[in-house]
T-cell receptor
Framework: KAGVTQTPRYLIKTRGQQVTLSCSPISGHRSVSWYQQTPGQGLQFLFEYFSETQRNKGNFPGRFSGRQFSNSRSEMNVSTLELGDSALYLC????????????FGQGTRLTVV | DAKTTQPNSMESNEEEPVHLPCNHSTISGTDYIHWYRQLPSQGPEYVIHGLTSNVNNRMASLAIAEDRKSSTLILHRATLRDAAVYYCILRTQAGNMLTFGGGTRLMVKP
């Protein structure tokens, strides 16, 4: 079956702009979670969506937001970009059961200049 | 907050077994122990998971202590392709997010 697809793979934006990243989960998975990975902070949880509802949110400012559509595809948005937002953004797809695995996409590499 | 503790790095020789330890002293009865690894420039990939009993799959084995406060990921014969950061994570009933700690960077020497 097809894996988790994240688009775009690479993105360069200017400070102050906004960006939208997309994640298409594995068919049948209703849970999508997002993570930010930076060299200094490692992998940090951003938020999780299940059946179009945000169930959990990490400790990130309100500039980071997301949503999930009825087909389980998810988007995350970062407004008023800062240099520190440069990171690899990963999404994971799962059934939400703790006894099953999560599948990660290849990530979107965002560079803010 | 991360609920697991792992060594920052470990080194192994190619074709030798590797034991990667993880402490999770605050684990609750319904938490599953998951291991993921991240190869350079890739997203994390699932390795193995377990609840109470030891588990084996084609990639690795997972040995879980009787009190479940620690576990060990065992790679039976390390290859150069196994060089990665290995993360031990507790997956709970309460939420579907994965809380990553720093992981263990495994270096494999030829």
């Amino acid at each position: 079956k097809a894996g988790v697809t994240q688009t775009p793979r690479y993105l360069i934006k200017t400070r102050g702009q906004q960006v939208t990243l997309s994640c298409s989960p594995i068919s049948g998975h209703r849970s999508v979670s997002w993570y930010q990975q930076t060299p200094g902070q490692g992998l940090q949880f951003l938020f999780e969506y299940f059946s179009e509802t945000q169930r959990n949110k990490g400790n990130f400012p309100g500039r980071f937001s997301g949503r999930q559509f009825s087909n389980s595809r998810s988007e995350m948005n970062v407004s008023t970009l800062e240099l520190g937002d440069s990171a690899l953004y990963l999404c994971a797809s799962s059934t939400a059961r703790p006894d099953t695995e999560a599948f990660f996409g290849q990530g979107t590499r965002l560079t803010v200049v | 907050d991360a609920k697991t503790t792992q060594p920052n790095s470990m080194e192994s020789n190619e074709e030798e077994p590797v034991h990667l330890p993880c402490n999770h002293s605050t684990i609750s009865g319904t938490d599953y122990i998951h291991w993921y690894r991240q190869l350079p420039s890739q997203g994390p990939e699932y390795v193995i998971h377990g609840l109470t009993s030891n588990v084996n799959n084609r990639m690795a084995s997972l040995a879980i202590a009787e009190d479940r406060k620690s576990s060990t990921l065992i790679l039976h014969r390390a290859t150069l392709r196994d060089a990665a950061v290995y993360y031990c994570i507790l997956r709970t009933q309460a939420g579907n997010m994965l809380t990553f700690g720093g992981g263990t960077r495994l270096m494999v020497k030829p």
